[in-house]
Nanobody, 126 residues
Framework: QVQLVESGGAPVQPGKSLRLTCSVS????????IAWFRQAPGKERVAVSC????????FYFYSVEGRFTTFKGDAENAVHLQMNSLQDGDTGVYTC???????????????????WGQGTQVTVGP
């Protein structure tokens, strides 16, 4: 049974860091790319990062480039999203999702995903 479970969301002050974890089961991270999405209040969901199968490539939304890093843990079936220099605009529900492919093909489109987690809330504020 395929499952994706997010953890690590919390309230955090601007400029601080937070690490999210997407723990997966029922499939191998060598076979599917994993993306992180953010849905801010009143806005559409956007893909902020994509980690290709076996870590061959990583891609980022322009507003998080240089601040966010996605990577796989060494000895775990999980993909992390390290978020540094957090800004108010980073507030939202963060959800990880499994792409149908091993590459980050068209990762900005919801239609390319077959499994989603439930999401974890990140709130950036004073």
């Amino acid at each position: 049974q395929v499952q994706l479970v997010e953890s690590g969301g919390a309230p955090v002050q601007p400029g601080k860091s937070l690490r999210l974890t997407c723990s997966v089961s029922g499939f191998s991270l060598n076979d599917h790319a994993i993306a992180w999405f953010r849905q801010a209040p009143g806005k559409e969901r956007v893909a902020v990062s994509c980690y290709s199968a076996a870590g061959r490539n990583a891609f980022y939304f322009y507003s998080v480039e240089g601040r966010f890093t996605t990577f796989k843990g060494d000895a775990e079936n999980a993909v992390h999203l390290q978020m540094n220099s957090l800004q108010d605009g980073d507030t939202g529900v963060y959800t990880c999702a499994r792409l149908k492919y091993h590459r980050c093909y068209n990762y900005g489109s919801d239609h390319e995903y077959d499994y989603w987690g439930q999401g974890t809330q990140v709130t950036v504020g004073p």
